[in-house]
Nanobody, 118 residues
Framework: QVQLVESGGGLVQPGGSLSLSCAAS???????MGWYRQAPGKQRELVAT???????EYGEFVKGRFTITRAGAQDTVYLRMTSLKPEDTAVYYC?????????????WGQGTQVTVSS
């Protein structure tokens, strides 16, 4: 069974930085890993993804403030967030996508709370 386990959320002041990590288990490798977030009363939205080919995608709101990387045989994904704003407050979910035998599989972590507040 594939599991994605996040860590690193917490409370940070506006303008501060925070790093999130997510480790996958139960699978040799995941083609694409990344992060989504959901704020209260809003839809879940893309933060960043990174595939095994090195292709990155960021949400429009990121504007150079966040960096996604992968390591550890590609089964761990990191999100470095800088210049955080109160509107970045949300639950951040680790996401993974892979395919086998022409079928796609989505994987989600349990979520980690990020709160940006003074």
């Amino acid at each position: 069974q594939v599991q994605l386990v996040e860590s690193g959320g917490g409370l940070v002041q506006p303008g501060g930085s925070l790093s999130l990590s997510c480790a996958a288990s139960g699978i040799d490798s995941i083609y694409l890993m990344g992060w989504y977030r959901q704020a209260p009363g809003k839809q879940r939205e893309l933060v960043a993804t990174l595939d095994l080919g090195g292709r990155r995608e960021y949400g429009e709101f990121v504007k150079g403030r966040f960096t996604i990387t992968r390591a550890g045989a590609q089964d761990t994904v990191y999100l470095r967030m800088t210049s955080l704003k109160p509107e970045d407050t949300a639950v951040y979910y680790c996401y993974g996508f892979d395919s086998a035998e022409f079928q796609g599989y989505d994987y989600w972590g349990q979520g980690t709370q990020v709160t940006v507040s003074s």
